[in-house]
C-alpha cells in the first residue's frame, strides 16, 4: 500500500538519530526506561523511520483525530488476537495506531516502538532503514487511513478534519462570464523561493490575479473568441485543521540537481486567513488559526533528519524549563564569577555531563572527550596542575561519583543525578510519584492543576527524546539547513473540554485502557526485578579454615570450590547485614569474626583493608559485584602469622638461569623457575635468596620483549630498592648469571650483550694433540660471538698453553667427521654460517683471514686419482698465480696445465679459462674445490673438438636401412661423451668401427662445413685416403 515513498535513498546521518543498519531492539535483560519529567513518551528510531516518527506525534498531538479514531470499537474494527483468522474483518491499521496512540499516552516507558504498525503497512527490514518525505508519507497514510476505514462510522475521518476547497475562476472582461473550477485538498503546498513568507506565499497564491491580455488571451466560452480576463485562486471551504507543506526543495535546470531552499521564510503562530478566502464575511474567529506543530528537515535534499515541535493542547507533559527571563539579569552579573569559580572547581562541570547521559555509567575516557567538546580545554589543560589526574578525582569524591569496579566507568550517584537535574530545571524538589502524573489505574482522576497558562507549552519531539522548549525557539526554524517543512494549524474556534486537560485517559477504550494497565503493572514487576538485579552483589567467601599460608600468600587446602561459599545481598544493605548473614551462613563459627577485602593475585589470595564501620552501606563502603572476602579472625591463617595490607603483595618473578645445552642446538636454552617474593623484599634479599655464591642478577625492562638491549644489571647500590621500587612486577623476569657467564654483559654500561634466547654452545674438539688426548668441550656463545673469542675459550677449557692460539685455528666437522675449511677469526657465529651445537676442530695452522680463501685442490680429473689437498690464497690472486702455488705445493712445473672447478658429481666441470681474472671475481668461494687438469686452454673464442671416424662397415643386418644404422650408432656414441682431458675410449669395447683421430682447435663461430673440412686432413695425412 505505501509503496517506494521516495525515491532518493536515505543517506545522511545526523545527531545518530537514522541509526546504521541494523534495526534497535532493547535489550531483553532489562525493560525499557520510564518516562522522563516532561511526562512525555517518544517513539523509537528503527534505522530511518524519523519522519515517520514526526508525523504519528503530530497526530497524535491533534486530539480530534485522536479521539475520533478511539471511538472506533472492535464492532467495527475487528480485534488484533482475530487478524490470523481468515474468515475475521480486521482492519489492521487503525487498530495499530489506536494501540500506538495509547502505549504513547499511558504506557511508562520512554520511547515507544513502530514496528508493529510499520508491519501492517507491510513494510519490510529495508523500508525501515530508508528515510522517505514526510509530505508524501502524510498524503499516503490518510489514504491508506481512509480505505481502511471504509464502511465504519470513521469513513469520512480524513475528510471531516483535513478536507478543504479551492476554487479558481476566471473572469472574461467583455461578458463577465464566470468560469470556475474547484480542486479539493487534504494539504496546501506553498512555495517558499523568492517568498518572504507564508502570508506572502498565500496573497500570491489566493489574493493576486493573473491576466489574460495582449498576446495571450483567453477564449470565453460565452462570447466564444479569445478575450481580455483574469484568474485567481480562493480558499472556499476550511477545514478545522490546515495542513501547509512547504516546497523547500527544489531542481535547477543549469546545474541539472537538486538543492534545498534554506533562505528565511516566516511564518506566524496566529493567522487570519480571511483575505483568501471566497467568503469574507463570517465573524472573524471563524478564520483564525493557531500553529500547533512543526514538522522540521534537518540536512539536505538526499537525506537528512526529522523532528518535530508540538504545542502540547491538552496539557499532557509537564512543562518545567528554567525561566531565563526572569534570571537574566542575575546570571549576566554573576556568569563571570561562575566561570571563575568553574576553572577552580571542577565538581560542577563534571555533574553537568554526567547529568545529561541517559546511561548510568559511561567511560571516564569518554568523559574527557565530553569535557573537551563543552569547554573547549581538555582535563590536562584545565584543571590537571591544580587537582590531579581525572580519574583520582573522581576517586576522592565517592560521595558524588559512583566509578565501577575496575575504574574505568563512572556516573552520578543516584541523589546528586536527581537534585541536579531538578535544579538545572528549576523544579521543586518532588518524590517520583509526584513527579510522573500518569495515573496507571482505571479510575479517572481530576485534571492537574496547571502553573501557566493553558496550551501554550511547546515541546520538541526527536525520536525517542522529548523536551520543553519555548516559543520563540520555532523562529530558529525559519531558515537554514535546520528547517521548517510542514505546519499544522488548527482552528482557533477548537476548545477543548476541561476534562481532557492533564487527562491522558480521556476518551480511551475501556479493553486498551485495560491493555495499558496490565502492560504497566508488568513493567513495573520488571523494573522491581531488575532492580533487585542491578543492586544485587555477588560476594565470594574464602572461609580462612579452608586456607593455609605458603610461599608468601593464601592457597586453598581444598579445591576452589570447596574453599569459598558465593552470597548474593543487596548493596544497600549495611556492613552489619553482611556479617549479619555470614554468620547465619556460618552456624559452627567461634570467636571474633573480621572480613577483610582480599583479592587472587598469580602468587595466590592476598588480604587487603579490613572492613569496618556496621552501620555503613555496602555500597558506601565501595563494595562491588564480585568481591573476595576472607573471612577469619583477623591474626593468622593455621597458625601462620599474614601480612596484610598492599605493602605486601607477594610477586612472581620468573627467574632465568644458563641451561645445560640440548645436543643438535635446539631447544630451550636457559632454565626458568617461578619465585615468590613480596613487594617489600630487598633486591639484597632476593640476592642472597637467588645467587648465594655470588653472581649478578640482571632485569628485563620490557615485560615480554626479552631483546638483549633491553635487560637492566642489578648494581650494588640498588641492592637496599625494594622488589616494587625497581619495577618488578608479577611476570617480570630476573636472570642470574654466575661468574663464568658474567661476560654477557657489558660491565661499563650494565646491560647484557647478548638475548637469552639466543644464548647457546659450540663443541670443540681438539686435534692439536696425540689421537689419545682428543676430547670434546662446550663453549658457551651467541651468534655475535667473534670466533677469536671461542678459540681462547677452547684452549684455556682444554688447558693447552696460551702459545697456541697464534699458530691454531677452527674447523668446521662435517657429519662423516671431515675437517671442513677453517673460519676467519674475525669472523662471528653468524658470519661464519655456523649453526649452534656445531661440532668445531681445533687445528694447527693459522687460520685465513676475512680477505683469503681456503682452497682444496687435487691433480687430474678423477678425484680417487691424488690427494686432496689444501691451500690458503687472497682472493685477489688471479688464476694462473694460484694455479702456480698449486703446482709448486704438488711438486709439479710447466705451463702445459690449467685449473677447473669440480662439479656436483665430483668430475672436473667448467674451466677457469680467464686466467688473468681474480678468484673473488670467479666467485670462487671459501672451501670450494679445484682440479689441476693437464693441457692448455684453447685461446679466446676457440674450442677443441675431439674427432672420430666411422670405419666402413663390412656386414649389413637384413632389411636394415641406411636410417636405422644411422639409428643405431646414435645411442652408441654416448658411449664416447667424455671431457676435454680424457684419454678417448677403446671403440672396439663398444661394438663400432671407429677411430680416434684427436682434437681440433677451431673458432666458435666458424660453421659445419669449416668443421668438417679440418676434420679431413688429420685422416688423410694419417691414412693417406679419403671416406
Same mark, same amino acid.
Given at each position: 500500500?505505501?509503496?517506494d515513498l521516495f525515491?532518493e535513498?536515505?543517506s545522511?546521518?545526523a545527531?545518530n538519530h !537514522? *541509526?546504521?543498519?541494523k534495526? #534497535? ?6 525493560p ?6 516532561t511526562?512525555?513518551s ?5 534505522g530511518?523511520?524519523c ?5 504519528? +506525534? ?5 486530539p480530534?483525530?485522536?479521539e ?9 474494527l475487528?480485534?488484533l488476537?482475530?487478524?490470523?483468522k481468515?474468515?475475521a ?6 487498530l ?7 502505549q504513547?499516552?499511558?504506557?511508562d516507558q520512554?520511547?515507544a @516502538?513502530?514496528?508493529?504498525l510499520?508491519?501492517s503497512?507491510?513494510?519490510s @527490514?529495508?523500508?525501515?532503514?530508508r ?6 508519507l502524510n498524503?499516503?497514510l490518510?489514504?491508506a487511513?481512509?480505505t481502511?476505514l ?11 478534519l483535513? %478536507?478543504?476547497?479551492?476554487?479558481n475562476q476566471?473572469?472574461c472582461?467583455e461578458?463577465k462570464n464566470?468560469?470556475?473550477?474547484q ?10 523561493k523568492?517568498?518572504?513568507?507564508l ?8 489574493v493576486?490575479?493573473?491576466?489574460f491580455?495582449?498576446?495571450n ?13 483574469s484568474?485567481?485562486?480562493k480558499l472556499?471551504? =476550511?477545514?478545522?485543521?490546515l495542513?501547509?507543506?512547504?516546497l ?7 546545474? !541539472? ?12 503562530i ?9 467568503q ?8 483564525m488559526y ?5 514538522i522540521?528537515h534537518?540536512?539536505?535534499c538526499?537525506?537528512? %533528519? ?6 502540547d493542547?491538552?496539557?499532557l507533559?509537564?512543562?518545567?524549563l +528554567?525561566?531565563?527571563?526572569?534570571? =537574566?539579569?542575575?546570571e549576566?552579573a554573576?556568569?563571570?564569577?561562575e566561570?571563575?569559580k568553574e576553572?577552580e572547581?571542577?565538581l560542577a ?11 548510568k +555509567?559511561?567511560?571516564?575516557d569518554?568523559?574527557?572527550?565530553? /569535557?573537551?567538546e563543552k569547554?573547549?580545554?581538555s582535563?590536562?589543560?584545565k ?6 589526574a ?14 565501577s ?9 543516584e ?6 537535574k531538578?535544579d538545572?530545571?528549576?523544579q521543586n524538589?518532588?518524590?517520583?510519584s ?7 489505574n482505571c ?11 493553558? *496550551?501554550c507549552?511547546w515541546?520538541?519531539?526527536?525520536? #525517542?527524546?522529548?523536551?520543553?522548549i ?6 530558529k ?7 521548517a ?5 488548527r ?5 477543548? &473540554? &476541561?476534562?481532557?486537560? *492533564?487527562?491522558?485517559r ?9 491493555e ?26 574464602h572461609?580462612?579454615s579452608c586456607?593455609?599460608? $605458603?610461599n608468601g600468600?593464601?592457597?586453598p587446602?581444598l @579445591?576452589w570450590?570447596?574453599?569459598?561459599v558465593?552470597?548474593?545481598i543487596d548493596r ?8 549479619q548473614?555470614v554468620f547465619?551462613?556460618?552456624e ?5 569474626m573480621? /572480613?577483610?577485602m582480599a583479592?587472587?593475585l598469580?602468587?595466590?589470595l ?12 555496602l555500597d558506601?563502603?565501595g563494595?562491588?559485584?564480585g ?5 577469619w ?11 596484610t ?13 644458563l641451561a ?14 617461578q619465585?615468590?617474593?613480596?613487594? #617489600?623484599? @630487598?633486591l ?15 632485569k628485563?625492562?620490557?615485560g615480554?620483549?626479552r631483546?638483549a ?8 647500590e640498588d ?8 619495577g618488578?612486577?608479577?611476570?617480570? #623476569?630476573?636472570l642470574?648469571?654466575?661468574s663464568?657467564d658474567?661476560s654477557?654483559?657489558?660491565?661499563a654500561s ?12 659450540l ?14 668441550i ?6 655475535e660471538?667473534?670466533?677469536a673469542d ?6 684455556r677449557?682444554l688447558? /693447552?698453553?696460551?702459545?697456541l ?18 673460519v676467519?677469526e ?5 658470519e661464519?654460517?655456523l649453526k649452534m651445537?656445531?661440532l668445531?676442530?681445533l ?8 680477505t +683469503? =680463501?681456503? =682452497?682444496?685442490?687435487?691433480v ?6 691424488g690427494p686432496?689437498m689444501?691451500?690458503?690464497?687472497e682472493e685477489?690472486?688471479s688464476?694462473?698465480e ?12 710447466g705451463?702445459n696445465?690449467?685449473?677447473r ?8 666441470g ?5 686466467e ?13 674445490t679445484?682440479v689441476?687438469?693437464? *693441457?692448455k ?16 662397415s663390412? %656386414?649389413?643386418? $637384413?632389411g636394415?636401412?641406411?636410417?636405422d ?11 664416447l ?7 678417448p ?5 663398444l661394438g663400432l668401427?671407429?677411430?680416434y ?5 677451431i673458432a ?6 669449416? /668443421? ?13 685416403h679419403?671416406?
Amino acid at each position: 500500500m505505501f509503496g517506494d515513498l521516495f525515491e532518493e535513498d536515505f543517506s545522511f546521518i545526523a545527531n545518530n538519530h !537514522c *541509526g546504521k543498519g541494523k534495526k #534497535s531492539k532493547p535489550r531483553e535483560s532489562e525493560p525499557p526506561a520510564p518516562r522522563d519529567f516532561t511526562n512525555l513518551s517518544g517513539i523509537k528510531n528503527q534505522g530511518g523511520t524519523c519522519y515517520l516518527n514526526s508525523l504519528l +506525534q503530530t497526530l497524535l498531538f491533534t486530539p480530534e483525530f485522536r479521539e475520533a479514531l478511539f471511538s472506533l470499537g472492535p464492532e467495527e474494527l475487528g480485534t488484533l488476537d482475530d487478524s490470523r483468522k481468515p474468515d475475521a474483518k480486521v482492519r489492521i491499521i487503525p487498530l495499530q495506531l489506536q494501540r500506538l496512540f495509547a502505549q504513547l499516552l499511558l504506557l511508562d516507558q520512554q520511547a515507544a @516502538s513502530t514496528t508493529d504498525l510499520t508491519e501492517s503497512f507491510g513494510w519490510s @527490514s529495508h523500508e525501515e532503514m530508508r528515510q522517505h518525505d514526510v509530505q508524501e508519507l502524510n498524503r499516503i497514510l490518510f489514504s491508506a487511513l481512509e480505505t481502511s476505514l471504509v464502511g465504519t462510522s470513521g469513513h469520512d475521518l480524513i475528510n471531516r478534519l483535513y %478536507h478543504g476547497i479551492v476554487v479558481n475562476q476566471i473572469v472574461c472582461k467583455e461578458c463577465k462570464n464566470v468560469s470556475e473550477r474547484q480542486e479539493d485538498f487534504l494539504d496546501l503546498t506553498v512555495a517558499v523561493k523568492g517568498v518572504a513568507g507564508l502570508e506572502e506565499a498565500l496573497w500570491n497564491m489566493y489574493v493576486e490575479e493573473e491576466y489574460f491580455e495582449n498576446d495571450n488571451l483567453y477564449r470565453c466560452g460565452a462570447c466564444d473568441k479569445l478575450v481580455e480576463a483574469s484568474k485567481s485562486a480562493k480558499l472556499r471551504k =476550511l477545514p478545522p485543521f490546515l495542513t501547509i507543506s512547504l516546497l523547500r526543495f527544489n531542481f535547477d535546470f543549469e546545474k !541539472c540537481e537538486r538543492y534545498k531552499e534554506t533562505s528565511c521564510y516566516t511564518f506566524p503562530i496566529q493567522i487570519n486567513l480571511r483575505p483568501f478566502c471566497e467568503q469574507t464575511e463570517m465573524d472573524d474567529s471563524e478564520y483564525m488559526y493557531e500553529l500547533f506543530s512543526v514538522i522540521i528537515h534537518k540536512g539536505g535534499c538526499y537525506g537528512g %533528519h526529522y523532528h518535530v515541535y508540538i504545542r502540547d493542547v491538552d496539557e499532557l507533559g509537564n512543562w518545567q524549563l +528554567q525561566e531565563e527571563e526572569d534570571g =537574566l539579569i542575575e546570571e549576566k552579573a554573576l556568569r563571570d564569577t561562575e566561570n571563575a569559580k568553574e576553572t577552580e572547581n571542577p565538581l560542577a562541570v563534571l555533574k553537568g555531563i554526567l547529568s545529561e547521559e541517559e546511561a548510568k +555509567q559511561i567511560p571516564v575516557d569518554q568523559l574527557g572527550q565530553k /569535557l573537551l567538546e563543552k569547554k573547549g580545554m581538555s582535563w590536562n589543560k584545565k584543571y590537571r596542575k591544580q587537582y590531579g589526574a581525572l580519574r583520582k578525582y573522581l576517586q576522592n569524591h565517592p560521595q558524588i561519583f559512583q566509578l565501577s569496579p575496575d575504574g574505568n566507568k563512572v556516573g552520578l550517584k543516584e541523589t546528586h543525578k536527581l537534585l541536579f537535574k531538578l535544579d538545572s530545571h528549576g523544579q521543586n524538589l518532588q518524590s517520583p510519584s509526584q513527579k510522573n502524573d500518569v495515573q496507571w489505574n482505571c479510575e479517572k482522576t481530576p485534571p492537574r492543576p496547571r502553573a501557566t497558562s493553558a *496550551g501554550c507549552h511547546w515541546f520538541d519531539l526527536n525520536d #525517542s527524546k522529548v523536551q520543553p522548549i519555548k516559543e520563540k525557539d520555532i523562529e530558529k526554524q525559519f531558515q537554514g539547513k535546520e528547517s521548517a517543512y510542514m505546519l499544522f494549524y488548527r482552528k482557533a474556534q477548537l476548545k477543548r &473540554p &476541561p476534562e481532557a486537560r *492533564g487527562n491522558p485517559r480521556y476518551q480511551i477504550p475501556e479493553h486498551l485502557l485495560n491493555e495499558m494497565n496490565a502492560a504497566n503493572t508488568e513493567l513495573q514487576k520488571k523494573r522491581a526485578e531488575c532492580d533487585s538485579a542491578n543492586n544485587g552483589i555477588d560476594l565470594h567467601l574464602h572461609l580462612s579454615s579452608c586456607y593455609k599460608f $605458603h610461599n608468601g600468600a593464601l592457597h586453598p587446602s581444598l @579445591s576452589w570450590k570447596e574453599s569459598v561459599v558465593d552470597l548474593t545481598i543487596d548493596r544497600r544493605k549495611t556492613l552489619g547485614d553482611l556479617r549479619q548473614a555470614v554468620f547465619q551462613m556460618l552456624e559452627s563459627w567461634e570467636g571474633d569474626m573480621v /572480613l577483610s577485602m582480599a583479592k587472587p593475585l598469580p602468587a595466590g589470595l592476598h588480604l587487603y583493608q579490613v572492613l569496618d564501620g556496621d552501620e555503613l552501606t555496602l555500597d558506601g563502603i565501595g563494595l562491588a559485584d564480585g568481591a573476595d572476602i576472607f573471612v577469619w579472625n583477623g591474626k593468622e591463617v593455621g597458625g601462620t602469622k599474614v601480612l596484610t595490607g598492599p605493602e605486601h603483595e607477594p610477586v612472581v618473578l620468573n627467574v632465568l638461569r644458563l641451561a645445560e645445552h640440548n645436543e643438535g642446538g635446539k631447544g630451550q636454552h636457559f632454565s626458568e623457575a617461578q619465585h615468590v617474593f613480596s613487594c #617489600s623484599t @630487598s633486591l639484597g634479599q632476593l640476592h642472597s635468596a637467588l645467587a648465594p655464591a655470588g653472581g649478578i642478577i640482571l632485569k628485563n625492562g620490557s615485560g615480554a620483549d626479552r631483546e638483549a638491549k633491553n635487560w637492566e644489571v642489578f648494581h650494588e647500590e640498588d641492592m637496599k630498592e625494594t622488589v616494587r621500587s625497581v619495577g618488578l612486577r608479577d611476570g617480570c #623476569s630476573v636472570l642470574i648469571l654466575d661468574s663464568h657467564d658474567q661476560s654477557f654483559v657489558n660491565v661499563a654500561s650494565g646491560n647484557l650483550t647478548a638475548f637469552t634466547y639466543d644464548i647457546s654452545w659450540l663443541q670443540v674438539k681438539n686435534f692439536c694433540g696425540v689421537e689419545e688426548e682428543e676430547k670434546h668441550i662446550k663453549i658457551t656463545a651467541t651468534i655475535e660471538t667473534v670466533m677469536a673469542d671461542i678459540k681462547m675459550k677452547a684452549i684455556r677449557e682444554l688447558q /693447552l698453553e696460551e702459545e697456541l692460539a697464534s699458530e691454531s685455528c677452527l674447523r668446521p666437522v662435517s657429519g662423516n667427521g671431515k675437517l671442513l675449511s677453517p673460519v676467519p677469526e674475525d669472523y662471528t657465529v653468524k658470519e661464519a654460517e655456523l649453526k649452534m651445537g656445531s661440532l668445531l676442530g681445533l687445528c694447527r695452522g693459522k687460520a685465513p683471514t676475512s680477505t +683469503q =680463501l681456503f =682452497l682444496y685442490f687435487m691433480v687430474g680429473s678423477d678425484q680417487n686419482c691424488g690427494p686432496e689437498m689444501e691451500i690458503v690464497v687472497e682472493e685477489t690472486a688471479s688464476v694462473r698465480e694460484c694455479l702456480n702455488l698449486m703446482l709448486e705445493k704438488s711438486g709439479l712445473s710447466g705451463d702445459n696445465w690449467h685449473l677447473r672447478r669440480l662439479d656436483w658429481c665430483y668430475e672436473a666441470g667448467e674451466a677457469l679459462s680467464q686466467e688473468n681474472a681474480t678468484l673473488k671475481e670467479l666467485n670462487v668461494c671459501r672451501g670450494d674445490t679445484l682440479v689441476i687438469t693437464e *693441457g692448455k686452454l684453447p685461446g679466446k673464442g676457440f674450442l677443441e673438438i675431439p674427432i672420430w671416424w666411422l670405419k666402413p662397415s663390412s %656386414h649389413k643386418k $637384413h632389411g636394415e636401412n641406411a636410417q636405422d644404422q644411422v639409428n643405431g650408432i646414435t645411442w652408441k656414441m654416448e658411449a664416447l661423451q667424455v671431457s676435454a682431458a680424457a684419454a678417448p675410449p677403446e671403440p672396439t669395447r663398444l661394438g663400432l668401427d671407429l677411430c680416434y683421430a684427436g682434437r681440433i682447435e677451431i673458432a666458435g663461430e666458424a660453421s659445419l662445413e669449416d /668443421l668438417k673440412m679440418q676434420s679431413v686432413v688429420p685422416w688423410h695425412l694419417c691414412h693417406g685416403h679419403w671416406l
